[in-house]
Nanobody
Framework: QVQLVESGGGLVQAGGSLRLSCAAS????????MAWYRQAPGKQRELVAY????????NYPDSVKGRFTISRDNAKNTVYLQMNSLKAEDTAVYYC????????WGQGTQVTVSS
């Protein structure tokens, strides 16, 4: 059974930082590319960080490039998202999933950035 458990969200002031974690189980984590996605109220879910299965390749949309860093630990089946210089527009529920995404999603972790 696939499980994705996100954690690390919270309330932070603009300019602050957060580190999100996602513990994965129920599939072969080490061979799957992973990503962090986010969904703000009234908006579609969007991909904000991508990492290849080995961790050697990463990619980000322009909206977060230079501020967010994705990493993974295949020994721990965990993917991370370091978020710096947070902005109010980063407020959303953040999820991790494979790329392409599976039908199973975790509960997500809420990130709220106050301006």
């Amino acid at each position: 059974q696939v499980q994705l458990v996100e954690s690390g969200g919270g309330l932070v002031q603009a300019g602050g930082s957060l580190r999100l974690s996602c513990a994965a189980s129920g599939f072969t984590f080490s061979i799957r590319a992973m990503a962090w996605y986010r969904q703000a109220p009234g908006k579609q879910r969007e991909l904000v960080a991508y990492i290849s299965s080995t961790g050697l390749n990463t990619n980000y949309p322009d909206s977060v490039k230079g501020r967010f860093t994705i990493s993974r630990d295949n020994a721990k089946n965990t993917v991370y998202l370091q978020m710096n210089s947070l902005k109010a527009e980063d407020t959303a529920v953040y999820y991790c999933n494979t790329v392409p995404s599976m039908t199973d999603w975790g509960q997500g972790t809420q990130v709220t950035v106050s301006s």
